[in-house]
T-cell receptor, first 116, second 115 residues
Framework: AQKITQTQPGMFVQEKEAVTLDCTYDTSDQSYGLFWYKQPSSGEMIFLIYQGSYDEQNATEGRYSLNFQKARKSANLVISASQLGDSAMYFCAMRGLYNQGGKLIFGQGTELSVKP | KAGVTQTPRYLIKTRGQQVTLSCSPI?????VSWYQQTPGQGLQFLFE???????NKGNFPGRFSGRQFSNSRSEMNVSTLELGDSALYLCASSLAVGQGAETQYFGPGTRLLVL
């Protein structure tokens, strides 16, 4: 079975500072993908970044980077230069790449608040 | 390119009624997945459709059903509504079904309140 754990229910960060959101996972799959989504109060889930278990380099997308440590089964999201618009819920998710279809398993989320 | 659209955005029903939610995927996307989001259970996978066929199903009772049309649009139906069905229902589309790093793009969701 697959499981995602996000241990930080809520976090605060000062505008323009960097912040790390934690995500650990458990899976028996050899190949899997890890995703981060942002959910503003409007409800829509916005895709941020993807990391494949076979990728040797950490993924980056603009101000978002993923600190992938396979041996520790962690996939932390780093947001650099936080902006007020980054205030939202953030979800870590995973999927086995070959036998899970499109089914994503989500963590409980971390609510990020950016202070001016 | 337009994103995933869901209708209606908000819905209020009473116990025992049934409801149908609609999802239009991103143009060219053929896979549609549905998720239920509640404060207590978080985000849970309902089902996935590809080429009008259900390819994957989550652990939900038979009151929850869905279908996909030839234009990839999808509907989900919940019959005999219960108070616990109050949730945000999210639809996500992707180009294909679970192909490697295939990313799912979500719609704005339908907020269902059951009274």
């Amino acid at each position: 079975a697959q499981k995602i754990t996000q241990t930080q229910p809520g976090m605060f960060v000062q505008e323009k500072e960097a912040v790390t959101l934690d995500c650990t996972y458990d899976t028996s799959d050899q190949s899997y993908g890890l995703f981060w989504y942002k959910q503003p109060s409007s409800g829509e889930m916005i895709f941020l970044i993807y990391q494949g278990s076979y990728d040797e380099q950490n993924a980056t997308e603009g101000r978002y980077s993923l600190n992938f440590q396979k041996a520790r089964k962690s996939a932390n999201l780093v947001i650099s230069a936080s902006q007020l618009g980054d205030s939202a819920m953030y979800f870590c998710a995973m999927r086995g790449l070959y036998n899970q279809g499109g089914k994503l398993i989500f963590g409980q989320g971390t609510e990020l608040s950016v202070k001016p | 390119k337009a994103g995933v659209t869901q209708t209606p955005r908000y819905l209020i029903k009473t116990r025992g009624q049934q409801v149908t939610l609609s999802c239009s995927p991103i143009s060219g996307h053929r896979s549609v997945s549905w998720y239920q989001q509640t404060p207590g259970q978080g985000l849970q996978f309902l089902f996935e459709y590809f080429s009008e066929t259900q390819r994957n199903k989550g652990n939900f009772p038979g009151r929850f059903s869905g279908r996909q049309f030839s234009n990839s649009r999808s509907e989900m139906n919940v019959s005999t509504l219960e108070l616990g069905d109050s949730a945000l229902y999210l639809c996500a589309s992707s180009l294909a079904v679970g192909q490697g790093a295939e990313t799912q793009y979500f719609g704005p969701g339908t907020r269902l309140l059951v009274l």
